[in-house]
Structures are given as structure tokens and as C-alpha cells.
């Protein structure tokens, strides 16, 4: 997929790129946080960034969005506002009343779902977020991220039979970073070490 240029420039200017010390979910430290949940709160770089995705998913076969909740259903949103694409989105859990669907949004059994979210690390919440589509009757091969932290992410997705792909890898968005002086040679080290850690 071709780099958005300047992309990386600006999340690290609404604060969604920082360095320092951060547990992550599965309880490691990190060197670096990438938090896109900011990204609602700058309508115009939330424009930008589903424009990107949308030309990310240029060569891909969809016929509506999945937004995973929470970080990715805004993301979704944005991008099916800027593709014309219905959005379907897999409950955290089915309404007791109502429905009690599971999977929200306007779909048929068949429908090609393409799975939207921010960030990618190991792949374990897109897997869970995915059952629910498909047991809804979607069929789910592509993920589209913001950004892969490249950390067997998409080996555990490629394991699954689905198809990763990312607007920015983190590689992409340290290089450019680093070449605009935002990040300290010891912060660039130590994400660099970390993310090839086993």
C-alpha cells in the first residue's frame, strides 16, 4: 500500500504518536503509544486519514465497513461517509431486548465485510471481533488499520486465513518522524528494539 505522506506528521502533532513508558494490553511495556481515539476530536485530520483508507481499500472487494468497537467504529464512520459504503458494526455484547442482534447495520448473509480499525498489534481483538461477523453470515478476508505495529500481527491474522493492510506500518511513521526531528535518537532506539523483540 503507498505511504500517505505527512500523515505520521500530523498524528504526532494532535498528540497521537508519544514516547515514554506504556503497558499495553497484553502487559508490556512500551516505548511508544499510539492512541488514534484523539483523532475525533480534529474532524479535518479524521477526514484526511478516511480518505486515506479509503484509496488503501482501492484494490480490495467490499461491500460494507465493519468498525470494530471502540477505537475503530469513528474511523469506519468517517470512511463510509467518504465512500458511500454502508457500515455494520459487531456489538461487545447482544442486547438482552430489542433486536438482540449482535451485528448492527443493514447486510445480507454472503456480504463481503471489510474490517476497519486503528491499530494492529499481535491481532487477538480483530479475531474476536471478527466471530461475531461471521457467525452474523458476513464473510471477512481484508482488515484495514491506521497503523501496524508490526509486532505478528499479520502473521496471526494470515494464520486465520485474513488479509492485513495498513495505511502506515510503524516503521513508516518512526522514518518519518526521525526525519522531521520529532523523535529523540533514544526514543527511535528503543521503539526500534522493541518492536523486533520475539
Not at 506528521?9 to 514516547?19: K, N, S, T
Not at 461475531?132 to 500481527?153: C, H, K, M, N
Request: hydrophobic fraction near 45%.
Amino acid at each position: 500500500m503507498k505511504r500517505s505522506v505527512g500523515l505520521a506528521l500530523e498524528l504526532h502533532r494532535i498528540g497521537a504518536v508519544r514516547f515514554g513508558d506504556f503497558v499495553l494490553k497484553d502487559g508490556r511495556h512500551s516505548p511508544i503509544y499510539i492512541d488514534l481515539r484523539v483523532l475525533i476530536g480534529h474532524p479535518p485530520l479524521l477526514g484526511h486519514v478516511a480518505s486515506a483508507m479509503v484509496r488503501g481499500a482501492t484494490d480490495l472487494q467490499y461491500d460494507c465497513l465493519a468498525g470494530i468497537p471502540y477505537a475503530g467504529l469513528p474511523l469506519a464512520v468517517a470512511m463510509s461517509l467518504a465512500s458511500g459504503k454502508p457500515l455494520v458494526y459487531p456489538r461487545k455484547e447482544a442486547k438482552s431486548h430489542g433486536t438482540q442482534r449482535q451485528v448492527e447495520g443493514v447486510f445480507k448473509a454472503g456480504d463481503r465485510a471489510l474490517v476497519i480499525d486503528d491499530v494492529i498489534t499481535t491481532g487477538g481483538a480483530k479475531l474476536e471481533a471478527i466471530a461475531p461477523l461471521r457467525s452474523a453470515g458476513l464473510t471477512v478476508e481484508d482488515i484495514l488499520v491506521v497503523v501496524d505495529r508490526e509486532q505478528s500481527g499479520a502473521q496471526a491474522l494470515e494464520a486465520a486465513g485474513l488479509r492485513l493492510h495498513s495505511v502506515l506500518t510503524i516503521t513508516q511513521l518512526l522514518v518519518e518522524l526521525s526525519d522531521a526531528g520529532l523523535v529523540s535518537a533514544g526514543d527511535l532506539n528503543r521503539t526500534r528494539a522493541f518492536i523486533t523483540e520475539k
